[in-house]
């Protein structure tokens, strides 16, 4: 069988999200995040293009790394100002039918008691169609406004998110049986009380003692997201993540990394491909590779290296503003910088000594994840190579301008993909994690989540 190509767009509740400067560019829409009317038209534009979903990402804090400060990031829109990704999903459920929308929300500040309910509301209203991406934070600007001096170590934050899940998989799971809701009018009894039940929870960062306040949803537990490489965070996605998000700069290190999460996976009691793993792409696209280069290069001038600086310094923990924009890479004191070089040079044409400047010019457009340029057949190309060369299900795709990236994609690559028997021509029935995994609606057995499930005593 021919293996299905799968796509996730990638946004986010603000301006420009990965692409430094080209809100600016007159065909960009991101700069109305604030109407609703954008997310519903993007909402229905990939459920035509049959996207898996719309993948929310999310920050509590502002990029203050570079110059010292965040004036930089603020005077460029570098994911600030910034909107709740949660607040946009009901919205776009109810102009669509199939599509997937997967938020994030940090466990470092927010209690998991309340959020539950949140996600079990969106679960209910999309009808099953509600994933979460879970994140531990990495801002420490957040950590400071939310009342403390700096994060949790790394390996502590996942420590905290271990316990965080549990809780939830016990309100989620084990809380509430599937018939306790009875809305029974002769007997008059909406739920039997005998069917809900307290979870008790006492733990090192928690007490929860009660019951969950929402009735079970389609999906119960919705579909975990999780995006990270690290050992701690691919041994965290290992237990628990159903869809992972990664980035890799060439096929032979995401072909490494796709591996490398599939052992741990199974190494977890799982089926290896218990996970669907997408790696971050953007596409530059259009009739024919003249056009496509031509527009690559139009986004390009609209491109602030100052902005894409800022994520860089946020992202890697180097001030990039102490050097000069021709300083040469090799002289910035960080192993972090040249990971990022070679993902850049994976992407462009040119080689060569690579300047602080170069790197703020290529990250513009896509962020840390790489790009391709070309027609519609030749990006299909790359991504069947990419598919059958490294394990991978899909891609979480970026934008250059939005809604534009994601309307030529819609527009020259699926039907293309179509046309070779590789992408969906419709979508499958039931919940995201049906669409996804077409094992049912509720989490699995030998997923982790569902020992917590509540069992009924037999009589004695």
């Not at 809780?167 to 809305?183: H, P």
């Not at 953007?282 to 602030?304: C, F, G, M, R, V």
């Not at 020992?451 to 004695?460: G, K, T, V």
Request: glycine letters at 10%; one cysteine or more.
């Amino acid at each position: 069988m021919t293996r299905q190509i799968r796509f996730n767009a990638f946004d986010m509740n603000c301006v420009a999200h990965q692409s430094s400067g080209l809100w600016r560019h007159p065909r960009d829409q991101s700069w109305r995040y604030k109407d609703l009317t954008y997310w519903t038209e993007l909402a229905k534009l990939l459920e035509r293009g049959t996207f898996d979903g719309i993948f929310i990402a999310d920050v509590l804090g502002t990029y203050d790394v570079y110059g010292g400060t965040n004036e930089a990031a603020i005077r460029h829109g570098a994911q600030v100002p910034v909107g709740d990704p949660l607040m946009l999903v009901s919205a776009m459920a109810f102009v669509t039918e199939h599509l997937g929308f997967g938020v994030t929300a940090g466990t470092a500040y927010e209690h998991p008691y309340p959020f539950a309910r949140r996600m079990s509301t969106l679960d209910h209203l999309t009808k099953g169609r509600v994933g979460w991406n879970v994140v531990t934070g990495y801002l420490p600007s957040a950590a400071r406004n939310m009342g403390n001096d700096d994060q949790l170590e790394h390996d502590a934050r996942y420590d905290h998110a271990d316990e965080y899940l549990e809780v939830l998989y016990k309100l989620w799971e084990g809380s509430w049986e599937d018939d306790a809701v009875q809305r029974n009018r002769e007997t008059g009894v909406f739920t039997d009380p005998t069917k809900v039940h307290e979870i008790g929870h006492y733990g090192t960062h928690f007490t929860v003692p009660g019951i969950h306040i929402s009735e079970p949803s389609p999906q119960r537990t919705p579909v975990i997201y999780q995006a990270g490489a690290s050992g701690r965070g691919i041994a965290f996605a290992a237990g628990n993540a159903e869809a992972i998000f990664v980035a890799a700069p060439t096929k032979e290190v995401l072909k490494a990394t796709v591996k490398k999460i599939r052992d741990a996976i199974e190494a977890a009691g799982r089926d290896r491909y218990a996970a669907k793993i997408y790696t971050l792409l953007t596409i530059i696209t259009d009739e024919t590779p003249e056009k496509a280069q031509a527009k690559y290069e139009d986004y390009l001038s609209y491109a602030s290296e100052e902005g894409a600086l800022v994520f860089m310094s946020g992202w890697m923990g180097v001030d990039l503003s102490e050097y000069e924009l021709d300083e040469p890479v090799g002289n910035v004191k960080s192993n972090a910088i040249q990971s990022v070089v070679t993902n850049f040079q994976a992407s462009a044409a040119d080689g060569g000594d690579w300047t602080v400047g170069d790197i703020g010019r290529h990250g513009a457009i896509g962020g840390l994840g790489p790009f391709i340029v070309g027609s519609g057949a030749q990006i299909a190309d790359q991504l069947q190579e990419w598919v059958e060369e490294t394990d991978v299900d899909g891609f979480n795709l970026a934008y250059a301008i939005t809604p534009g990236t994601f309307e030529d994609v819609v527009e020259f690559v699926i039907p293309e993909l179509r046309k070779r028997g590789v992408y969906p021509e419709e979508y499958v029935e039931g919940t995201l994690r049906q669409k996804l995994h077409g094992r049912g609606d509720r989490l699995p057995e030998e997923h982790k989540g569902a020992s917590y499930r509540y069992l009924a005593q037999p009589a004695s």
